[in-house]
């Protein structure tokens, strides 16, 4: 079974620039999460979608954060414009739905920015 | 919401060592508690996991126990490996939802 994808694996911008991850969650998975985390810390809930609605995006700095799961498949994650403490790897992860259903998630996108 | 205090690192053990990794949390409710670990260049993945009271999740030799007086998880190992070599990070779901509340991780160092 293929695990979640995330592209790219690496970024590296200028503050003030925009940039965008993308995720492809494993097949048949209705939640779909996006994740950020800060060297030395732990993730940090960004935003959840079930199918291609939001349940949750509290957490997400929506003056510069957006993201989209059109079809309910896959997902997009920008930032725009950066600020310097965006520098951190952004995780996506997917589960079945259900409560205590475990979170697969992806191997992330490490984003620097100068 | 749910907040989590967990162990802090780094620990450095001999091969075949006992390990302890403390977890504690607050919440609201009964939240099912889980633990995850990011091996060196791989992402996260689920260790293992307790969805009631004095449940005990185990795998690869790991143990956790659902301590519902105490609100602890605390994660344990008689025989660390040096494969066992990782960030470990506990996590409470947040009561009556899906959503996961991460510690801050322990990184763990097995010496052969």
């Known amino acids: 079974e293929a695990g979640v994808a995330q592209s790219p694996r690496y970024k590296i911008i200028e503050k003030r620039q925009s940039v965008a991850f993308w995720c492809n969650p494993i097949?048949?998975?209705?939640?779909l999460y996006w994740y950020q985390q800060i060297l030395g810390q732990g993730p940090k809930l960004l935003i959840q979608f079930q199918n291609n609605g939001v349940v949750d995006d509290s957490q997400l700095p929506k003056d510069r954060f957006s993201a989209e799961r059109l079809k309910g498949v896959d997902s997009t994650l920008k930032i725009q414009p950066a600020k310097l403490e965006d520098s951190a790897v952004y995780l996506c992860?997917?589960?079945?739905?259900?409560?205590?259903?475990?979170?697969?998630f992806g191997p992330g996108t490490r984003l620097t920015v100068l | 919401g749910n907040s989590v205090t967990q162990m802090e690192g780094p620990v450095t053990l001999s091969e075949e060592a006992f390990l302890t990794i403390n977890c504690t949390y607050t919440?609201?409710?009964?939240?099912?508690l889980f633990w995850y670990v990011q091996y060196p260049g791989e992402g996260l993945q689920l260790l293992l996991k307790a969805t009631k009271a004095d449940d005990k999740g185990s795998n690869k030799g790991f143990e956790a126990t659902y301590r519902k007086e105490t609100t602890s998880f605390h994660l344990e190992k008689g025989s660390v490996q040096v494969s066992d070599s990782a960030v470990y990070f506990c996590?409470?779901?947040?009561?009556?939802?899906?959503?996961?509340?991460f510690g801050k991780g322990t990184k763990l160092t097995v010496n052969p």
């Open positions: 919440a609201t409710g009964y939240p099912s």
């Open positions: 996590a409470p779901q947040q009561g009556g939802s899906e959503k996961l509340v």
């Open positions: 097949s048949g998975h209705a939640t």
């Open positions: 992860a997917s589960s079945l739905g259900t409560k205590d259903n475990e979170q697969f």
